[in-house]
Structure formats: C-alpha cells, structure tokens
C-alpha cells in the first residue's frame, strides 16, 4: 500500500465522491457530513507525505509509473519533490477547510455541489504529481469543469458571466499550452526516435534558442493566465466576486499556484536558454512589478470587500513570479514559500468575508464599521489574518516577501527597490479596509446584533492560524524541502552558479578585511 501512496492521495477525495453520489439526496445532513469526512480523508492521507519525505535526497521521491496510452508514449507517471510536497499538503489542507465552511452556506443542489470540490481537489492534486506531461494537461483541464460550476450554479448575481469569462480565459492559454507541449514533443521524437510525454526525458530535448523562445511563450499564456499575471487578470476579480466563499477560497488558495508551478516545473527546465535570455527575464520581471503595484492600487480604490481581496492575489502573485525569475535560490525558495503564505492568509481573508456576508448578505465596506465592539473573535482572527497577509515579523507573509526580496536585490538592486512599495501599499489597503469595518462607532443598526465567531466557524479559522504561526516563527522545515529541488533548478537554468558563488566568497571575504584594515589605518 505504501507503494502507492501517491495514487492513495489522488484518488482519495474521487472516491469519496462516488460514494457521495451514491447517497439519497433528501438527506442534507449525511451528504454534508459524508463531505467532510471524504475531505478529511484526503488530508490524513496526504500526511505521511511528509513524513516520508527525504529532504537530502535529489530528484522525484514515491515514484509510481505505469504504461497508460503506449501508442502514443503516454505514461501514468507520478513523483513528487519538495516544490509539489508543499503544494499537494495545502491542497489537502484548503480543501478539507473550504469545504467545511460550506456547511450553512450552501442550501441547494448540496450533492452536486460537494461533488464538484472532491473532483477539483484529485484535478489539483493530479497537476502537481504528475511527471507525464499528458497526464499533467489532463489533470489541469479538468480543473476547469468543476470550478465552472461552482461559479455558474452556486455563485452571485453576475455567476453566469463571471463563469464564462473564467472557463474561456482558462481554455485560450490551455490551449496555447497544448501547442508548446506538443513542439517538445515532437522535436523529442525528431532527436531520439521515441515518442514521450516524460518531462524527464523531454528535458533532454536540445532545441535552438529561437524555438525555445516561441514554446516559452506558448507556456507562458497557459501559465501567465492561470496565476494571473498582469496583463490577463481581469478574469479574476469577477470570478473571485461571484462565487461562493469556499469557491474563492480554493480559487485563491489553489488554483492559481497551478500557474506558478507550471513556470517552476516546465518553463525553466525544460527551456532553460529562453528562461535566462535578457529580454524574456526582464519582460517577466516587468510584469511582475506592474502587478505588484497596479493590483496594490485598485485594491485602495474598492468600496466592495470581496473585490478588494481579489484584487490584492494579483500584487501578491506578482511577487511570487518575481522571485521565479529573479532566478536565485532565495527568489526560488522565497516564491514557493510565499505561494503557501498566499493560500494561508488570502484563503483566511476570504473566508472572514464570507462569515460577515452569511450574517448581513452584503459585501459593501461602507455597510460595516465598528464590529469589533459586537464580534471581538471575528476581529481577532481578522485582524491575525490582515497582518498576516501584510507581512508581519513573526507571521507567515514577512518570511516570504522577505527572500523574494533578498533574492531579487541579488539578481537587481533596481527590481527589489520598485517591489518593496508593493508591501508598504499592501499595508495601507489592509489596515485602511480593517479601520473602516472593525474600528470606530457602529454606524449601521443592523450590525448591532451579529452574532461572533460560533464553533464551527473557529474549527475552519484554526488550522490556518497555527500555520501562519508555524511558518512565521519556525520556517526552517520548508527551507529545508526546498533546498534541494530550488538547488537543481538554479543549476539546470544557470549551469556552474554555486561553483561561482563558492569562488566568489573568498574574494569577498578579502576585500571586506582589507576594507576594515584602512578604515583602522585611518
């Protein structure tokens, strides 16, 4: 069994949904309570992931591989590295999470709608355990389906438009991926005369820069699209807005890291010419700036507090691809690390959303002020979640946005100076939105009886607050899993970095003592 404990993982919340379509649906409570423990599942069997996970070990660990389409040299090829370690554990964790705050939450078509999140949790565990390149597109379009539904039958006023635009947005990069992919496919088969989906084997493919360039930027829509970079993001304050709490929980938690994974898990090995060429990084970099600052911008200007969280994973995405291209172990490690605090502190801001808009049905920021003095939990674990989310010494953001930093100032002093306003503006938008709902005279009668934070609701609120602890005070674990994943990637892409920085030290070393020599001569 413990062979196969990668499929275990996958498979888990699939099952747990073929028993839930099984229920009889006149029974609301067991297919709600059946939901929870089917994503409970997921998460306990994801667990020993961790624990038997080697971190001085190189390379793909728990491999299971299987022939699956052999005619056209497709495999059922899993493993997994400190990267996808990561990823998959906040998966599990998210997704169990989302789905218990839906227990009052949702009050129609409830089977269909828990069915629809196991479904998306084996899509998004498939995308980031599988080594087949077939496989790993398999996995990210199914993805779509049942988001789409989340959005479209259990979402706001506007979920129809909001659902399109998502699953169209979506499709046009997928599609464009699917050409990448199958350029490397075939220049595979013209170098080797075997027809593979295998990254690792596709990874030996020697392809001119010009091709690499265009299969790059074949990538990057897929990708660039799924994250959002600016400037394809404007799907996503739309999907954010209209869809039910958990939706945008597992929307910002998830999802969206598929496409800072597929830039880490594809684009830079597997084309590691047009990742370090000049233009393609600072056209990267450029982006990356832009959405730091621009999406820290329009999230000053928002009146409706949903729209204003979704507008700030574009500023907080934007740092994550700024270190993937920064292309430095620190900006490596800083932007998956940072992909984790992104999934911890907007998935708790969104669902603190979601708690004030069950009890008054408005999203309006001018509709609240004051709820500290009715709800002082709820401004407690709000107030937790913003720091957070800000980037507080000691809390989860700081450690994150701190090495994407450090790494960027290594690769350009310039790029690390325009991010850092991004922080100071993600401040500001943060404690101005807390001022105006939590603080102050209760300006809203309405607002007087709202009942705080009840059991459940704390349940959902817990795990991420210890988490945000954990990584804020104690991050050396993740370090530690990243190190050796991060290491090779920085090697693939700039071959003899570490050998440089090993010669460089010694030099440097001896310019400082001969510094402090004439300063004491002085």
Not at 85 to 97: K, P, Q, S
Not at 373 to 379: C, D, E, L, S, T
Not at 489 to 506: C, N
Request: glycine residues 8%; aromatic residues 14%; hydrophobic residues 55%.
């Amino acid at each position: 069994m413990s062979e196969h404990l990668l499929s275990i993982v996958l498979f888990t919340p699939l099952a747990g949904m073929f028993v839930l379509l099984l229920l009889p649906s006149s029974n609301r409570k067991l297919i709600r309570v059946w939901a929870n423990i089917a994503a409970f599942a997921g998460f306990l069997v994801s667990l020993p992931l961790v624990f038997r996970f080697d971190r001085s070990a190189e390379g793909f660990q728990m491999v299971e591989k299987a022939p699956w389409i052999p005619a056209l040299g497709a495999h059922y090829y899993l493993g997994i590295d400190g990267i996808s370690l990561l990823l998959v554990m906040l998966t599990t964790v998210t997704g169990f999470i989302a789905i218990l705050s839906s227990w009052s939450a949702i009050d129609r078509y409830e089977k269909q709608y828990y069915a629809m999140f196991l479904l998306q949790q084996t899509g998004m565990i498939g995308v980031f355990l599988s080594l087949d390149f077939l496989l790993f597109y398999v996995f990210w379009e199914i993805v779509l389906v049942p988001m789409y539904f989340i959005i479209g039958v259990w979402g706001g006023p506007r979920k129809l438009y909001a659902a399109i635009k998502f699953f169209l947005y979506t499709l046009a990069g997928s599609v464009l991926m699917l050409l990448g992919i199958l350029t490397l496919y075939f220049q595979h088969h013209a170098q080797y005369g075997v027809y593979t989906f295998e990254i690792d084997a596709l990874m030996q493919t020697a392809m001119p820069l010009h091709l690499e360039r265009w299969v790059f930027w074949a990538f990057f829509i897929g990708f660039a699209i799924k994250v959002p970079m600016f400037p394809f993001h404007t799907w996503l304050p739309d999907a954010h807005t209209e869809a039910p709490t958990a939706g945008s929980v597992i929307l910002a938690a998830v999802l969206l890291k598929m496409g800072t994974y597929g830039f880490l898990r594809f684009s830079l090995p597997l084309l590691p010419k047009a990742a370090i060429d000049p233009w393609i990084v600072h056209v990267m970099v450029g982006l990356s700036i832009v959405a730091i600052i621009y999406g820290a911008l329009v999230c000053l200007m928002q009146d409706d507090w949903k729209k204003l969280v979704a507008y700030s994973s574009v500023s907080h995405l934007g740092f994550c691809t700024l270190g993937i291209f920064s292309l430095t172990p620190n900006g490596l490690a800083g932007s998956v690390i940072q992909q984790i605090n992104h999934g911890i502190s907007t998935g708790m801001l969104f669902l603190i959303v979601g708690v004030v808009y069950e009890r008054r049905h408005t999203r309006l920021i001018r509709e609240y002020g004051g709820l500290a003095h009715v709800m002082p939990n709820y401004a407690f674990v709000f107030a937790f979640a913003m720091l957070s989310s800000a980037g507080l010494p000691l809390l989860n953001g700081f450690i994150g946005e701190f090495t994407i930093l450090q790494g960027a100032f290594e690769a350009n002093r310039v790029w690390a100076a325009f991010a850092v306003t991004g922080i100071i503006l993600g401040a500001s938008y943060l404690l101005w939105l807390y001022q105006r709902t939590m603080l102050g005279r209760i300006n809203n009668p309405k607002n007087l009886k709202l009942p705080d934070l009840n059991l459940r609701e704390w349940a959902v609120f817990a795990p991420l607050l210890v988490w945000a602890l954990w990584i804020g005070v104690y991050p050396k674990p993740y370090f530690e899993i990243l190190e050796k994943p991060v290491a090779q990637l920085v090697e693939r892409v700039r071959p003899g970095y570490f050998e440089a920085q090993a010669a460089k030290a010694p030099l440097e070393a001896a310019q400082a003592m001969e510094s402090r020599m004439e300063a004491g001569i002085r």
